[in-house]
């Protein structure tokens, strides 16, 4: 006789997928709570509702050469944020903001997305939080969600924490693509100010603030005028329609992202051989949020720079006789803007596009 716990088999029942760690019917309630969300972020174009094996989009306009663009991305550790402060509602907004900024890069209008969700155990509430942040990062950048998935992981992730990504898709012209191939020397880089991480540096922000000065995320910081939880989980701005509004008026080269590897290597992505940009540090005063990561972690310059976007999230690159047309465009959007540098020749002929930051920052 068996003095111990009793199996399911023992008992002569079989065994479920919810004694295996996975409940199916939180499953549904979270697609019940979500699912107004959802509905928010859509577009025309969308065909058929939520539930199908696949989403629907019908591509319509007057299209001459369309091409389609996608891009795929996560949130990264900022995550350990949101779940350490049972915050959820934010983070899919981060999401949105690294696709549909990554999409808009070479021109193209965002259309849909479609998330993913990996969780260790379905809290139908936390999922909704999630989707709902997603569903408002939607909104904001004028695409639709067109659909997602929810695993359940047990065994895999405990209880409580979740990884999410997502991919995107845009359209752009043939003819409208923006490059480096369109780049020339004199144009003007005009920077767009962060809200602030971002989406990047997390594992070293956590590791300066968290575990080397461990601050209370819930404790309030004089110089955030809020607390530090709230600045790290400050959602990623998203440029999509700024950037938008933009192309349609002006004369743009192209943009670049400013996500991991900084300012100087991101922009060097979309620099074409044989020119070099050179960025002004004096325009520009990073926020205290990376001032005090520097000081108190007691890292380089050069580190920060490589590693945070520094307050520039975007950076576009504009004709020289546009300069102002777009900063007057960007401002009347609500968008903090600058003449961040511009794009010479470089040293060498043929060498490979670059950036360099000269000068220093008039506070940091």
Known sequence: ?????????????????????????????????????????????????????????????????PVLAASSDGVGTKLAVAQALGIHHTVGRDLVAMVVDDLVVCGAEPLFLQDYIAIGKVVPEVVADIVRGIADGCFEAGCALLGGETAEHPGLMEDGHYDISATGVGVVEADAILGPDRVRPGDVVIAMGSSGLHSNGYSLARKVLLEWGRMDLEGHVEEFSRTLGEEMLEPTRIYAKDCLALTAETEVRTFAHVTGGGLADNLGRVLPAGVSAQLERASWAPAPIFSMI?????????????????????????????????????????????????????????AAGSAELIGDYPRF
């Open 1 to 65: 006789m068996n003095d111990g716990p009793a199996h399911p088999i023992d008992s002569g029942a079989g065994a479920s997928y919810a004694a295996a760690g996975v409940d199916i019917d939180a499953g549904e309630r979270a697609i019940e709570l979500f699912a107004p969300h959802a509905k928010r972020a859509t577009r025309p174009e969308v065909m058929g509702g939520l539930g199908g094996f696949a989403g629907l989009f019908a591509l319509k306009g007057d299209y001459r050469e």
């Open 294 to 350: 520097a000081q108190r972690g007691r890292v380089e310059r050069a580190e920060m720079e490589r590693t945070f976007n520094m307050g520039v999230g975007m950076v576009a690159i504009v004709a020289p006789e546009d300069t102002d047309r777009a900063q007057a465009i960007l401002t009347a959007r609500h968008v903090d803007n600058w003449i961040l540098g511009s794009v010479g020749r470089a040293g060498e002929p043929g």
